[in-house]
Each structure stands twice: as C-alpha cells, then as structure tokens.
C-alpha cells in the first residue's frame, strides 16, 4: 500500500495567481496604459481586511526577501515597488482547492481532503494503469500543472510521512519503506505545524529538525508538552498510523476570475473566457466528464453608467448588476475551443449591458457522448458542429427564425412554431420511402406571405373581379368562395375573415412596374385572398405554387 | 515525323497495361441519385444527384414549391436531415406536413434578402451532414438573382462534391448555369377547379360551387448531366426535345374529400 501526498506551497496566493488573467490581457492592459509583468515570477503579498484597515496577511518567499512582513498595512506595503500587492481571496482558494481534488480523482477514487492546501490519494492497484510509484508522481505533478498549479508530490508507505514529506521536500520525494525516519531527520519541525508556544518551547531546548525532536524520550515529552508533544513525536519518527478519511467527489466545476479594470470589448473577453474554459475542460477530462450546459454570470460595472454608489439598492437593481445566462448544449462536449466559439456566438447575439469586472463560469457535468457510429447508417450532422453552424445561423437571421416547424393544434390560419433542431439518428439504416407511398400524386403547395401583403379588391356582385397589391394587378378570370372562417374570439388577436381561392390573369402590359420582373407570356397565378372583418381590409395570404 | 494518333494510341496503352486498363474507354459516371417520388418526372431525369446542384426555375404558380416539397418528403423518408433556406420567409408547414415531409428532420431557414440566403448557405455548407440542402428564391426579384456572380454557384456545387448531400436551387429563371447538373423549367398552365354536376359553366357567377382542386404541371428537362448518350467526357448538353417535356397532376390535399362528396350527389 502506497500513499502519494500534493502539497501546494503558497496555497493562497497561487489561488489568486492562477485566477490572475493571461499574458494576452497583460497586452491590452499595456494599451489601456497600465503594465505588469506576468504575476507569477513577481513577489507578491496578499492582504485582507476592511479598507483602509487592510494588512498582509500572507506573502511568497520572493516578497520576504524584499522587506514586506506580516501585519504591515497596504500603504505600508506599497513602499516595496517591486511586490505585487493583491487581495485575498476565499473564493479563488474554493475554486483552486476543488481543482486539486479533481486532480486527485483524475488517478484514483480513494482522496483524502486532508487540508485546503493538501490531499492525500491511495495508490493501491495503480501500478497496472499508470506504472511505478515515481511515474505517477510525475503525472500529477505535470496534471498539476495543467490546472494552473505548481505542488509538491511526496510518496510514502506511511500516509502521515507522505504528508509531511510533502510538505518539506520540493518537487517529487518517493520514501522507500523504512526510511521513513531518515528521511524526515533533516526536515524542520515546522512541516508538522506546530503552535508557536511549542516551537519556541523546541527551540529552547535545541530542537529545531524532526530528527533531534525523533531522539527525545517520550515520557518526558509527553509530561512536558502532552498529547500534542507525544503525536508530533510519533510524526518524527515516522511511526504514526492512521487511515484515511475518504472524500467524497463532487461534481461542481466552477472557474471564476475577478478583473481590475472593467472589459466593454468581446475580444479581451473571449481571451479570459478562453483562459477560464481551459481550465474548466481540464478538469472536466481529468473527472472523464463533459459539460452538459455552461453557466456564466458577468458581475458588470454599473457605477459608469452613472449610478451613485449612495442610490438605494432594490432587486431591480441587484438584477441589472449581473448577466447570467445559461447555454444548453445537444450533447455533452469538453472541447475547449468548440464551447469558446459557442460562448462568443451567444455573446454577440446578445451581449451583457454594462462592462464586466468579474466572470464566473460554470459547467454542469454528465458523461461524454459516446456513440459508435454504423457503417449503414444514413448520415447526419456532427451533433457539435450542428451547435456551431446553428449558433452562427442564429446570429445571422435571428434566433427566432432558425428551427423545425412544429405545428400546432389550433385552427388559426398559419398555426405553428419553431422548435430546436435535434433529428433523431435513424437506427433502421438507409431505407427509401419510409411511410412514403410512391406514384401518388403530389400535394400542391402553398406559399404564406408573411406578413400578408394589403390589396386592393374590386368587387362585382359580392365577387372579387379586380386585385391590385405589391407590384401587381389583374383581372380575376375564377373566385372560389367566400370560406368563412374564425375562431379566439376571446382573445386580442382573435381572427374573423372571408377567404377566397383566385386566379389571377396578367398581362405584361399591366404591370408597369414589374415588366422586367414577369415573363413575355400572360400568366395565370393562383393566389389565396381574404377579407378581413375585424379590420374591414382586403389581403393576400399566399399564392399556389 | 509525325506519328499516328492510333500508334501514338497503342503505345500509351502498352505503356501502362497492368497500371490503368482501357485508359482511352470512356466509362460513364455513375452519379447516385433520390427520386422526386413522382413517376413521370423520374423516368424523365433520373432523379435528383447526389453531390450536384439540381436548378428549377419557372414562374409564379407553376409547381416549383410542389416539386420542393415532394424532394424535401423523399430525402426525410430517407432518413436523411434537410435544410431550407428560405428567400423571402414563404414555406408552408402545414402543405410540407400534407405532402409527407418529416419536419423534425428540416432546419428552416426563414431570410430576408439574398444576402442572408448565401451567407446562410455557406454556413450549411460548411457545417456538412445534411442530406438536401434546398435555396428558395422564388420570390425574390430575379433582377436581383441574376446578380448573384457565376462563382458564388461554382463554389456551392464545389462544397457538395463528392458528398451525398444534393443542392436543390429554386429561382424565377435558370441563373446556375453550367454549374447545375440537372436544370427544370417549369410552365405554368391553368389550374383545376372542382364543380357539382350540372353546375353553370361561368365559375365567376357561383363562386362558392368550386373549388380550386390542383394543377397541372409541366416540366421541361433543360439540362442534364445523367442522360444516357447525351455526354461524353462530363460534359452534358441542352435539352431541346419536345419528349423530355412531361406533365403530371398537382392535388390539393382537400381534393380526396371533394371527390367523395361529387360522387355521392
């Protein structure tokens, strides 16, 4: 039985790091006047607190070396150019320590969520997939990094030695067993994080590594310092047993990024989107799963629309302060650079009101689509690309005017609706005439004008002889009607009105502004008119065609 | 010295047997093709070819949305999903239905102006995977058509090459060109208007004793790539022969019920 430990050193500010947009932005920043290098080479401070109370609370090693200490304040802090100050936060350190244990069950389902910072995994049964206990350390170490997260990987036989190990050895430590002690000996003692009072009581006597703290008698430690003395005694040794606490996995996929200057463009924001679904679809295939829909919510900057920060606040007001939108997908994908062509496509289509400071984006998970595809099968559109070349159609014409009809049950002239475009894959294979009866006659067709178009109606005898609309006029050679029909009275736009079937017979020479729209040949047309009772108007529903 | 064109002829042959055999046979293309479902129009052309542009151009109410919509009901009772790109926003669900299209499996397309038709259209295109993709600009100017350039058309058939998706082009008059492999013009002709028996011959004196029971439509084959003996080398040739003009009978889908109440009188 192995056990392997990650550690991530700095836990609170690499939370923020990692949620710190791109180089790409650091360029737009340029341009808008302001410059920083990229943040993770810098030395950085994060402070927390009320403003302007705010203190540093914690600092990179970087930071120290240039002169910043714990409790200085932000102005204080500021002195120190070189430092990047930022703010803590819990939030961030939520989403950082949830990718870490994505990480974890990306190898094995048995985790341990020993701490934000740390987590401890079972390595039992894991040769056969991966290979040899250092193999496996480096994959998490190089998954690790894929998540935007630098760590520390120790393995041991023993998990509390896994775990301080990892704490005290930079990069990859694999302890073999039985050198639990040894190898611990050198470590200070404050891998196993001790109160202060016990530090400095330790360092009276001279103990400052786990190998002095290993060679002290364990009775009077025990009397001296108590059951705390005699577990961190058991830890130095590297005697300490105890089982792990499974974790249970948890499917929420959250990545979040708050922004320092407010975006109004699509393009710097599809670069944070982008950054962010990385992420997101990282730990998405690292969990073996795909986002079934995608949650954004935009934080935006109303005060530059002029809103005082004094005005009182109401839910109308809370409501205009954020986007959120939620975009369904067909089938489950995790395709970065397909959910970011989707995102951008909804964006333009309808984008936020105000500029964003801050991004949250979410996926809700299900299994990845796996189909197997048959040889004699009639082909479709990929389910993915359909998404795309629908979300582009929809920006061209409208959301509105792309879809199946559906009909509906109603006897309202033109009754139907668009509904999504989902054609089910036939599992019969390629079979003509399904249901089809061949060498009937066809069904003439009908064309709607949409909306239908105002005419002018002679009438001789209660009949239609004359019509003039559009570009056309003619004399009316058959009438067929009236057809009465209506129906929802009760409704605003209920519907009362006398249609007739026509045909029409025009010459070229009667039409004179459509000469060079109509052939040399008088035509007969057929076309469907009614009069309207509610609005007492002639007007033309369609054609036969 | 000059050399024969027949010893020139033998001495490619030799050179390759065994690499091409028959390299100077013509052998004729086999094009896979859907029928419209409409018996005389498929023994004229053939049916509608897969990886082609299939024209059909002719005035108002001559049977172009008929012949659409019996495609768009053949190609769904294949299975296969369908795209329409509508010019001017005019199709009929409810005659689509009536004429046995699966709607589920069609992606409407409702456009304004051309513009929007072929920028929907190399969107489709694009996309790939549907088995008829259908532009309706019947009712848009064809001044407006006509100037369309010749390499927005080459570029469409060149999208379904060697695909089985068939393009469907519907227009007041034939603009494709060379570009479609199979051309119709369609010619309007009077429509059939159901009467009682007995009944005055003025249909304008008793309106409401008729009614508008089909047409009768004729299609002319224009053009065409998959007639027999009609090309050599890919090439095809236009139609001028008064037998490749055929006429079928359009109904309405009231007309069953019309003709039962008539014969009950």
Redesign the interface.
């Known amino acids: 039985m192995a056990f392997a430990s990650i550690y991530v050193p700095d836990f609170s500010i690499q939370a923020v790091v990692r949620a710190e947009p791109p180089l790409q932005y650091a360029q737009v920043r340029r341009a808008l006047g302001t410059s920083e290098p990229v943040l993770r080479q810098q030395a950085i401070a994060l402070i927390e607190g009320h403003p302007p109370l705010e203190k540093v609370v914690t600092m990179n090693q970087a930071a120290a070396q240039a002169g910043i200490a714990l409790g200085m304040t932000k102005s204080q802090a500021k002195q120190f150019p070189s430092t990047a100050i930022r703010l803590r936060s819990y939030a961030q350190e939520q989403i950082a320590h949830a990718a870490l244990l994505d990480l974890g069950w990306s190898v094995s389902p048995r985790v341990e969520d020993t701490a934000p910072d740390s987590i401890v995994i079972d390595l039992t049964g894991l040769a056969a997939l991966f290979g040899s206990e250092e193999v496996i350390a480096r994959l998490l170490l190089q998954r690790a990094c894929d998540l935007g997260l630098f760590v520390h990987v120790a393995v041991s036989s023993n998990l509390e030695v896994a775990l301080h190990a990892a704490r005290g050895f930079p990069g990859i430590a694999v302890i073999p067993a039985g050198k639990e002690s040894a190898r611990l000996g050198p470590l200070p003692i404050q891998i196993f994080s001790p109160p202060v009072e016990v530090i400095e009581t330790l360092d009276r006597w001279g103990v400052r590594a786990c190998a002095d703290l290993a060679k002290l008698p364990l009775l009077e430690l025990s009397e001296r310092l108590g059951q705390q003395g005699v577990r961190f005694h058991q830890w130095a040794r590297g005697a300490s047993v105890r089982s792990m606490i499974l974790a249970e996995p948890q499917l929420r996929f959250e990545e979040e990024m708050a922004l320092e200057y407010a975006i109004e463009e699509l393009e710097p924001l599809t670069f944070l989107l982008a950054r962010l679904l990385d992420q997101l679809c990282a730990r998405l295939s690292a969990r073996s799963m795909a986002a079934s829909a995608i949650r954004l919510r935009f934080t935006l900057d109303t005060y530059s629309q002029g809103e005082s920060m004094h005005a009182p606040q109401d839910s109308n007001t809370d409501a205009k302060k954020t986007y959120e939108k939620t975009f369904t997908l067909p089938v489950a994908m995790h395709d970065a650079k397909m959910l970011l062509k989707l995102l951008r496509l909804y964006l333009q289509s309808d984008p936020p009101a105000a500029s964003i400071v801050h991004i949250l984006i979410a996926a809700d998970a299900a299994p990845p689509r796996m189909r197997q595809e048959g040889l004699f099968l009639p082909s479709a559109p990929d389910s993915a690309k359909l998404e795309l070349t629908i979300a582009r159609l929809a920006n061209l014409v409208g959301k509105s005017n792309i879809g199946s009809p559906r009909l509906i049950d109603s006897h309202r002239p033109d009754a139907f609706e668009i509904s999504r475009f989902a054609p089910a894959r036939s599992t019969r294979g390629i079979e003509n005439n399904i249901g089809f009866p061949a060498g009937r006659e066809p069904v003439a067709a009908f064309r709607v004008f949409r909306p239908a178009a105002r005419a002018k109606v002679s009438l001789r005898g209660g009949r239609p002889v004359h019509i003039s609309f559009a570009n056309m006029h003619g004399k009316v050679t058959v009438a067929s009607g009236p057809w009465r029909t209506s129906g929802e009275w009760w409704r605003e736009d209920a519907w009362d009105r006398q249609e007739w079937d026509i045909e029409i017979q025009r010459s070229p020479a009667a039409n004179a502004n459509a000469i060079e729209n109509a052939s040399a040949e008088p035509q007969k047309t057929v076309y469907r008119i009614f009069f309207d009772t509610l609005q007492q108007a002639w007007f033309v529903a369609g054609m036969y065609d | 010295m000059a050399v024969s064109v027949t010893v020139l002829r033998s001495q490619i042959e030799t050179a390759l047997a065994g690499r091409i055999p028959a390299p100077f046979t013509h052998r004729p293309i086999q094009t896979e093709t859907t029928?419209f479902?409409?018996?005389e129009l498929d023994q004229l052309t053939g049916g509608m070819p897969h990886g082609g542009v299939t024209e059909i151009a002719g005035?108002?109410?001559?049977?172009?949305?008929?012949?659409?919509?019996?495609a768009l009901?053949?190609r769904t009772?294949?299975?296969?999903?369908c795209a329409l790109v509508d010019g001017r926003?005019?199709?009929?669900?409810?005659?689509?239905?009536?004429?046995?299209v699966n709607?589920?499996?069609?992606?409407?397309?409702?456009?304004?102006n051309i513009d929007?038709c072929l920028?929907?259209t190399d969107?489709?295109l694009?996309?790939?995977?549907?088995?008829l993709i259908a532009v309706d600009l019947?009712?848009l100017?064809?001044?407006t058509v006509r100037y369309v350039p010749l390499n927005v058309w080459f570029r469409f058939r060149r999208a379904v090459e060697n695909t089985?998706t068939i393009f469907l082009l519907l227009d007041?008059e034939s603009n494709a060109g060379t570009c479609a492999s199979l051309v119709l013009h369609l010619l309007?002709?009077?429509?059939y208007?159901a009467e009682t028996p007995g009944q005055q011959r003025s249909?304008?004196?008793n309106?409401?004793a008729?009614?508008?029971n089909?047409?009768q439509v004729y299609v002319e084959l224009v053009r065409s790539r998959l007639k027999s003996g009609a090309h050599q080398f890919s090439s095809f040739t236009r139609i001028t022969d008064a037998n490749h003009i055929v006429n079928?009978?359009?109904?309405?889908?009231w007309s069953d019920f019309t003709n039962v109440i008539t014969s009950t009188k």
């Open positions: 029928p479902n409409i018996p005035p108002p109410s001559s049977g172009r949305a008929t012949l659409l919509l019996s009901a053949a009772a294949q299975s296969q999903a926003d005019s199709f009929d669900p409810h005659s689509a239905e009536a004429a046995g709607l589920k499996r069609l992606l409407w397309v409702r456009c304004r929007q920028r929907a969107l489709l694009q996309g790939g995977g549907f088995g019947s009712l100017p064809p001044k089985s007041q309007a002709e009077p429509s208007w249909r304008l004196l309106a409401c008729c009614l508008l089909g047409s079928f009978r359009s109904k309405r889908k």
